[in-house]
């Protein structure tokens, strides 16, 4: 009953339309000329709002939110704008939007329960600001840089160069975990050595290297010991702290030295090893 009203209600508003066009004479012209000069307007209103919002050190995110708040005002004041021109009854327009919500609420609930989920699983974003852009994140089985917060979704860049475009309601409904959040991170390193080696010089060689890097942090102290002792190797843990901007640069330099360092003091780092025992196929045929 309410979508057969909503229809009955669309199609009086269309035939008003058509006849305000048809009886506008030359106000058509002037209203068609407004709202091209205000839609380009309205863009122009969003990007120089966000640039703006920028200047004052805002989040990108709440920019992007603003402008585009800003822009979809702008856009119901041009629409109306020319609709008034013509002579158009703005309040017929109202009309048809409210009936128009109550027949795509029906048929689509689903649809707009997700669009307002994200909606305000952004608004969650960017006034609680888990993560911000520039943020190095994982969550909803992805990781990657924060490129940009949107207001139904946020756009990750992973190392490779590929954009992950990410619901954001599947990021607030799940463990976000952002690395890039604290100043300082530990680096968790982890070396097998055979069970031949000397353990205290394996823990003066990580130590000395720990220390001849300016970018190892001394306080809090590195942790050096044995971890496990495994099958066929002993496992020794290394664990550092640097500067979050510094994690994967020191990484990789330390896991370059330590092989280095190990191959000058004899330290071996034992290849996996596999027992495999074969039965002999003749001896079972001959029996």
């Not at 959040?181 to 050595?193: M, Y």
């Not at 496990?228 to 002993?234: F, I, Q, R, S, V």
Request: aromatic letters at 10%; a neutral charge; one cysteine or more.
């Amino acid at each position: 009953m309410v979508t057969g009203v909503s229809t009955q209600v669309s199609q009086q508003t269309v035939e008003t339309f058509f006849h305000a066009v048809k009886n506008s004479g030359p106000k058509l012209i002037y209203a068609i000329v407004v709202l091209i000069l205000g839609l380009y307007a309205c863009r122009l209103l969003k990007k120089h709002s966000r640039n703006f919002i920028l200047k004052h050190n805002v989040e990108r995110g709440v920019a992007n939110f603003a402008s585009y708040a800003i822009y979809g005002i702008g856009l119901i004041i041009v629409i109306m704008t020319s609709l008034d021109i013509i002579n158009f009854p703005v309040q017929s327009v109202m009309t048809v939007m409210v009936s128009l919500v109550g027949v795509v609420g029906l048929s689509l609930g689903l649809a707009f329960k997700e669009i307002l989920s994200n909606l305000g699983a952004g608004m969650i974003i960017l006034f609680f600001q888990p993560f911000k852009t520039g943020d190095y994140i994982g969550g909803s089985g992805v990781e990657g840089t924060v490129s940009d917060i949107q207001i139904f979704s946020t756009i990750l860049k992973t190392p490779d160069n590929k954009a992950i475009i990410v619901p954001n309601f599947k990021l607030t409904s799940d463990n976000i975990i952002n690395y890039t959040h604290q100043e300082n991170r530990r680096i968790d390193f982890l070396f097998g050595v055979s069970y031949d080696s000397d353990i205290k010089m394996v823990k003066q060689v990580l130590d000395k290297i720990f220390k001849e890097d300016k970018r190892i942090l001394q306080d809090p102290t590195p942790i050096i010991g044995l971890n496990t002792l495994g099958d066929n190797a002993m496992q020794i843990a290394a664990r550092p702290w640097v500067k979050t901007d510094d994690y994967w640069d020191v990484y990789f330099d330390v896991m370059e030295k330590v092989k280095t360092k190990f191959d000058e003091n004899n330290i071996e780092i034992p290849f996996p090893t596999r027992v495999v025992y074969c039965k002999n196929l003749d001896d079972d045929l001959s029996k």
